[in-house]
């Protein structure tokens, strides 16, 4: 069987059959035939679905932790634009402590709902395909992740909306808003929360936290294209380099 037809054969599988890193597993896709090539097509996928495995572990291992959130400057989930306005009349007069509990209580509900996301993102990783792997090697630092972000998306907005408005409501930042709201028609000019605090509240949570996930990602991706330390098997330094 010559290289055309070893990548057409296996082009239009995703790796569901190649969840292991075992060598055995790659000679017996390509049983030997294709020996001569510098880095079988195999291989190529194999080592792309390693790289979001440990991407994907680390990222949620680093957000989904007490601070993952609210400690790191890059991913801290800021207080929507009207809160930041409330913020603005309350602050000078030392009265926006309600503000920075909620901001916190945001951060944290973000905390309790990345490490949840995995189930999700392996089944993307899982659908991974010959044609998928070539692409994202060929690609910019962060190809991978961005495969990730176009195949989870959706669905990770759906399952992190009712954690984090589980959440928001455990710690009372729900409460808060409620309070904040009241507070605000007293005071002259201030802005108006209006009906839709909450749930925009939640929605903003949301895209904020999955956000600081797919960053972490990311800086993972391009940690292992860029350091060979960071290659922490075989397969993924015969793809990315020793």
Do not use: W
């Not at 059959?17 to 996928?45: M, Y």
């Not at 996301?117 to 659908?127: K, S």
């Not at 176009?150 to 909306?161: D, H, I, P």
């Not at 808003?177 to 108006?192: E, I």
């Amino acid at each position: 069987m010559d290289r055309r037809h070893v990548l057409l054969s296996l082009a239009a599988a995703p790796l569901a059959a190649c969840e292991t890193l075992d060598p055995a597993v790659l000679d017996g896709i390509l049983s030997g035939q294709n020996s001569g090539l510098a880095l079988s097509a195999a291989e190529v996928a194999l080592g792309l679905k390693a790289a979001l495995d440990n991407g994907v572990g680390n990222a949620l291992t680093n957000v989904g932790v007490v601070n993952g959130f609210l400690g790191n400057d890059i991913i801290r989930i800021p207080l929507p634009q009207v809160l930041q306005d409330a913020q603005s009349f309350l602050k000078p007069i030392g009265a926006d402590t309600l503000l920075v509990e909620l901001q916190t209580q945001l951060n944290r509900g973000a905390e309790k709902a990345a490490p949840v996301a995995g189930d999700i993102f392996l089944d993307a990783i899982r659908g991974l395909t010959i044609p998928d792997a070539f692409d994202i090697l060929r690609g910019a630092d962060t190809a991978a992740t961005e495969f990730l972000q176009t195949k989870t998306s959706a669905r990770l907005g759906q399952l992190f909306e009712p954690i984090m408005a589980d959440a928001l409501n455990q710690t009372g930042a729900l409460r808060l808003v409620d309070t904040l709201s009241a507070q605000m028609k007293a005071v002259p000019f201030g802005p108006n929360l209006g009906a839709t605090a909450r749930g925009d509240l939640i929605e903003h949570g949301v895209d904020y936290g999955l956000r600081g996930v797919f960053h972490f990602i990311g800086e993972e991706e391009k940690a292992i294209r860029a350091n060979p330390a960071k290659r922490t098997s075989e397969i993924l330094r015969r793809v990315f380099g020793a």
